[in-house]
């Protein structure tokens, strides 16, 4: 039997709701098609951007959303984005697919997409191929009410106020394809960097210094060790790869091996953060410094037709587990994990949207993410139990069957559960404790499929997406039974009896 007991009375820490952020960059059809497709479009849309996909991400949520890249942010010259779009400078993107980039979507766009959206922005700087002076001079734009050059040209371009801009990323993956840079050399530029990244005004930043690829503990040693005290919050990256970097598997056509192997490599973002934070816990065992963890996700290889570059994939059932066992690892180490950024938002990567000129679908992992919402700031409760194990389980050795994490918020208590057997239904026995009064429930999904390949296509979009979930009740002795079919994830809200 899987046994979980929710402490109620105990919480491990506050969900912040930008674990639930999102990342957009200048790569495919992320941007352009995805979000932008411009004013004179006969696609609807709201000041050039698609107004389904408008509507899908607020529904979503969406506490955050970074933004130029990635790779594409530290060969991103900011000027070349503002101004008359048909003025604009075009450029190379060489980093994804070579094509041309003609800079329509910039500053005041994204900032218009984050309000329509109702996410708070986050900028990456450039710090590989940009200077100091290029990245005081966009803060200055961006976030400058006075009478400064900068502000000045802005309120030329059309937008009087200032943003308001808390979160800035002072390069990106600064270890690759930010300037291969070793840990020692990037610290210093960090500390000159950030010394000129100005509050204008009331601005308050939340400055974000470039952290490690996945288990590089001596990046996170050296940044903690010299740059600690000048940054708010510290980058990791990491991929959940089911195969080799170059041969890394197909996103719909996978054995059940491979499904494991994939489980097994997102699994790996616990044992990161727990060692990251141990590393960081040494410099600040106050734990001022945020892991933001903003790039995650799965990575197979290319749909088989579409450029190499875009990194354009389908998202299934296997997608919306992985996403699953992130949020519940987030949860877990919410104490230290205050953002993460799931790449990437439209049509490139994890995506949760996949667009196809006029039609858009929602994927599984778009489910997952829209289900799991509710424990956005939400504190997260302390679970102890025997979550099984899965029948075959690939390499990697032994993998709990079932994952379970709770939070709770206004009164209401949500457990989250999912079942990572493709193959086995999972039968689950939940105590909570410390409450007061029996609970009842007052809402329930299920995101389940019956194959784990099962994915939305455009000819059929609701091919996966939530249901009510039935097979969960509480008994007479005031536990919750639950059965998880295969492949599964479900959502419960638990209220106090005498308020249902
Ligand atoms: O998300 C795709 C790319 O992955 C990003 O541009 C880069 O930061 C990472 O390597």
Redesign the pocket.
Known sequence: MIKAVVHADWSVGTINRNIYGH?A?H?GRCIYEGLWVGEDSPIPNTDGIRNDVIEALRKLRVPVLRWP?????DEYHWKDGIGPRESRKQMINT??GGVVENNHFGTHEFFRLCELIGAEPYICGNVGSGTVHEMAEWLEYMTSDGDSPMANLRRANGREEPWKLTYFGVG??NW???GNMLPEFYADLYRQFQTYAREHGGNKLYKIAGGA?SDDYRWTEVMMRKAERHMHGLSL?Y?TVPGTWEQKGSSTAFSEDEWFATMHKAMRMDELLTRHGTVMDVHDPAKRVGIIVD?W?T?FDPEPGTNPGF?HQQNTMRDALVAALHLHIFHKHCARVQMANL??LAN??QAVVLTDGERMLLTPTYHVLEMYNVHQDAEALAIHGQFGECASQGEGGALAQVGVTASRKDGAIHISLYNVDPSRPAELDLELRGVLGAHVIADAKLLSADEMHAHNTFAQPDSVKPQPYTQAAIGQDGKLAAILPPASVAVIRLVPAHSS
Request: aromatic share 20%; glycine share 20%; charged share 10%.
């Open positions: 990342f960059e790569l890249g990635g790779c594409f942010a980093h994804w990106n993956e690759g394809c930010g690829n990256h991929y790039e996700g990575w990194l790449a990437q490139v990567l």
